[in-house]
């Protein structure tokens, strides 16, 4: 109960926090930034973002931490959940930009498991004008994603979504925070 009531906190104050808010900050850090969108209609549905410090299943770890970042189980003619992370931070509370994001070469993607999306472009348009995704870009690492299918065997494709990961250092700017 404790760890749950800590997520939801943690997820609060980084869902509240804006490019000035940052006054705790005392060094640069990593965050990793997960993004849902929906595999048949290519609608960003929400996210979640962590700092970091059945059939089966499948799990992503931050490998220099080994911190959890997500989980989801897969069933067997059934359909399976996504137990971490429990909550997203639905779409409509991510800020947006006045212009979409222009879409990285297909090179900058990364498939991580299962196949790779035939048109990167229909995922990239759900998610082209968060403000967040800019500053990821900032990062210049690769844009990992992978499609979760909660079922398997007769699966139905309404249920499974495309998983994006993303990169983002927050600079630490001592000047700024003394």
């Known amino acids: 109960m404790k760890k749950a009531f800590l997520l939801l906190?943690?997820?609060f104050i980084l869902s509240s926090c804006?490019?000035?808010?940052?006054?705790?900050?005392t060094e640069d850090y990593n965050s990793i930034v997960i993004l849902k969108v929906d595999?048949?209609?290519n609608k960003?549905?929400?996210?979640?973002?962590?700092?970091v410090n059945s059939f089966g299943n499948i799990s992503l770890y931050y490998k220099p931490t080994n911190d959890l970042l997500f989980d989801?189980?897969?069933?067997w003619?059934?359909?399976?959940?996504?137990?971490?992370?429990k909550i997203f931070i639905p779409a409509s509370k991510?800020?947006?930009?006045?212009?979409?994001?222009?879409?990285?070469?297909?090179?900058?993607?990364?498939?991580?498991?299962?196949?790779?999306?035939?048109?990167?472009?229909?995922?990239?348009?759900?998610?082209?004008?968060?403000?967040?995704?800019?500053?990821?870009?900032?990062?210049?690492?690769?844009?990992?994603?992978?499609?979760?299918?909660?079922?398997v065997g007769a699966g139905n494709p309404n249920d499974w979504d495309w998983?994006?990961?993303?990169?983002?250092?927050?600079k630490y700017d001592p000047i700024k925070y003394k």
């Open 18 to 25: 804006s490019k000035g808010d940052k006054d705790n900050i």
């Open 163 to 170: 998983i994006i990961v993303m990169n983002r250092t927050i």
């Open 77 to 85: 003619m059934g359909t399976g959940t996504i137990n971490y992370p």
């Open 94 to 151: 991510y800020s947006l930009l006045e212009s979409p994001i222009t879409k990285p070469e297909d090179s900058k993607f990364k498939c991580i498991f299962g196949t790779p999306p035939t048109d990167y472009s229909l995922i990239w348009n759900s998610i082209n004008r968060l403000t967040i995704v800019s500053n990821c870009l900032d990062s210049k690492k690769k844009i990992d994603l992978f499609l979760y299918t909660p079922s």
């Open 44 to 51: 960003f549905e929400g996210g979640y973002e962590q700092q």
């Open 72 to 75: 989801g189980s897969i069933i």
């Open 9 to 11: 906190l943690s997820i």
């Open 39 to 41: 595999y048949m209609t």
